[in-house]
């Protein structure tokens, strides 16, 4: 079992940065690959980045390429999204999830494939 909770959140200015975090409680969190998603009112759940269970291998998201770094820190149970160069468009709710593999792959995108979700953080960005 799981928990994972959210912070980081809250109103910038467009061009600006945010950095979030996802603390995940519970035993053996490096097995564990963590992905972040977003959701904005009105639109699907959508992915954003994912890291392996080591924190060796990330997967991006083309729209955030270049901007967002996804990293974590397991001795602290904790994975970090840094939002650079922020736009209206990345305004959303973002939810870390973990999966219970320790690898990437095509699977990370999809938001069925993570057995745990934490309640989410807002990000608003504005023009």
């Known amino acids: 079992q799981v928990q994972l909770v959210e912070s980081g959140g809250g109103l910038v200015q467009a061009g600006g940065s945010l950095r979030l975090s996802c603390a995940a409680s519970?035993?053996?969190?490096?097995?564990?690959?963590v992905g972040w998603f977003r959701q904005a009112p009105g639109k699907e759940r959508e992915f954003v980045t994912a890291v392996s269970g080591s924190g060796g291998s990330t997967y991006l998201a083309g729209s955030v390429k270049g901007r967002f770094t996804i990293s974590r820190d397991n001795a602290k149970n904790t994975v970090y999204l840094q939002m650079n160069s922020l736009k209206s468009e990345d305004t959303a709710l973002y939810y870390c999830?973990?999966?219970?593999?320790?690898?990437?792959?095509?699977?990370?995108?999809?938001?069925?494939?993570?057995?745990?979700w934490g309640q989410g953080t807002q990000v608003t960005v504005s023009s």
């Open positions: 999830a973990a999966a219970g593999r320790m690898y990437l792959g095509r699977w990370c995108e999809g938001a069925h494939e993570y057995d745990y």
């Open positions: 519970g035993r053996s969190f490096a097995d564990y690959a």
